[in-house]
């Protein structure tokens, strides 16, 4: 079993900076790949970055530039920096973990996130 719980969601102005946080805790070595998804009201969730054990990283168009997914092992956290908020990144933030061995994706409560015009 894992358990992931996001942090460093809050209110924040267009042009300006967050950092959100998850912490995971139970199985974490049998997590291969950790990632970032969001979802705004009427639409779908939809992947924002991700990063595996080796370090590869990948990012939505959307956030490329200005978002950067990474990982504290030490932690067992891993993080998701926002720079240059805009308001249609307004949204939930969930954090993923995936646990390839039992195919199996596991997802923190998620955190909100609102960018005011």
């Known amino acids: 079993q894992v358990q992931l719980v996001e942090s460093g969601g809050g209110l924040v102005q267009a042009g300006g900076s967050l950092r959100l946080s998850c912490a995971a805790s139970?199985?974490?070595?049998?997590?291969?790949?950790m990632g970032w998804y969001r979802q705004a009201p009427g639409k779908q969730r939809e992947l924002v970055a991700t990063i595996t054990n080796n370090g590869n990283t990948n990012y939505a168009d959307s956030v490329k530039g200005r978002f950067t997914i990474s990982r504290d092992n030490a932690k067992n956290t891993v993080y998701l920096q926002m720079n240059s908020l805009k308001p249609e990144d307004t949204a939930v933030y969930y954090c993923?973990?995936?646990?390839?061995?039992?195919?199996?994706?596991?997802w923190g409560q998620g955190t909100q996130v609102t960018v005011s015009s």
């Open positions: 139970g199985s974490i070595f049998s997590i291969n790949a």
């Open positions: 993923n973990a995936l646990v390839a061995a039992i195919i199996k994706n596991y």
